[in-house]
């Protein structure tokens, strides 16, 4: 396998302005919806897509998945899908008089698990330890996922019937969560221009690859973070925790993945350095999922309670 090449930060930015530009080609999508999608790519984090019906979710997920050359799979998610469906399983061999692996679709660079909250409680924490350990045991044999290897979940929020929600452990392995919204009258009017007779995420060519992928995760890795920032995302996680309008607030999961997007994103914006600008502009799509809501806070926000925590803790 060759070595990957060294990337510094000009480089990562150039090459997330390029999978910025090729995804807007197909997908109708907010800035920062993108932008947050790609930060978890190079942090090497997974996307939860949640909004309603027909907004692009699955559209994003295919676009970026299709601006990489790696290999891609797909899991549409039912009531009978089971975890062997997701992972794999071990199949007799008659011939040889052996069981052998038959790996499932997350053995891909980039997985799309779509309308992740029709799976049952099993099937979902079956990609739990997909997801934190980037391994799959089956029948006490463990075995190692591609790198890179990224989960773009999608969920519809309003439809009940039929959906098991996500539990907060499942909810704490995504780096973020990300909504579409409904597009602008323009670009709407655009999209019936371009794709009322063909989808153009068929249209797109990789941008990138595997080997530059794996170089960039590991030059953002290398991004400086000070302690004075790290001192601010604790103090912004305990701000979470303190809220009376919060059962339970941010983890230090949840400080980690902000640490470490805070580090991508100062990567695409061409520095060596964190800033609290950074933690500020991500900790809306980080944070929020992770918090539960004390019963009698049922008309506050987790957003609010992110967005309150935001302006009243001093950057360091």
């Known amino acids: 396998m060759a070595t990957a090449p060294e990337l510094d930060p000009a480089a990562v930015a150039e090459l997330a302005q390029r999978l910025r530009e090729n995804v807007a080609k197909a997908v109708k999508a907010p800035e920062h919806v993108t932008r947050d999608v790609i930060v978890a790519l190079l942090a090497e984090g997974h996307v939860l897509i949640e909004d309603y019906p027909g907004v692009g979710k699955t559209a994003l997920a295919r676009a970026l998945s299709r601006s990489i050359d790696a ?41 799309l698990v779509d309308e992740i909250n029709r799976a049952s409680p099993k099937t979902q924490s079956g990609l739990l330890e997909c997801m934190q350990e980037r391994h799959v045991t089956v029948d006490k044999h463990t075995h190692d996922l591609a790198a890179p290897f990224m989960v773009l979940a999608t969920q519809n929020p ?32 655009d999209m019936l221009a371009d794709h009322s007779n063909h989808d153009r995420v068929f249209d797109l060519e990789p941008v990138t690859g595997v080997g530059e992928v794996l170089a960039a995760q590991a030059a953002v890795a290398s991004v400086h ?65 992770r918090l539960l809501l004390a019963p009698e806070a049922a008309g506050d926000d987790r957003e609010a309670v992110v967005r309150d925590a935001l302006d009243q803790v001093p950057a360091l």
């Open 225 to 289: 973070g000070s302690d004075a920032l790290r001192r601010y995302i604790v103090a912004i996680l305990d701000a979470t925790r303190e809220d009376p309008r919060t059962e339970l607030g941010a983890s230090p999961r949840a400080g980690l993945l902000l640490f470490r997007a805070a580090k991508v994103l100062a990567a695409l914006e061409g520095r060596d350095h964190a800033l609290p600008d950074d933690v500020k502009a991500l900790a809306p799509s980080v944070l929020p999922h």
């Open 158 to 189: 309003i439809e009940y019937e039929g959906t098991y929600p996500l539990p907060e452990a499942q909810l704490d392995r995504f780096m973020v969560r990300v909504s579409l919204g409904y597009p602008s009258a323009q670009d709407e009017k």
């Open 71 to 111: 290999e891609f799979a797909r899991v549409q998610c039912t009531a009978d899908l089971l975890p062997a469906d997701v992972v794999g399983t071990n199949v007799f061999n008659q011939r040889e008089s052996r069981f052998e692996f038959r790996p499932g679709p997350v053995f891909a660079n980039i997985v």
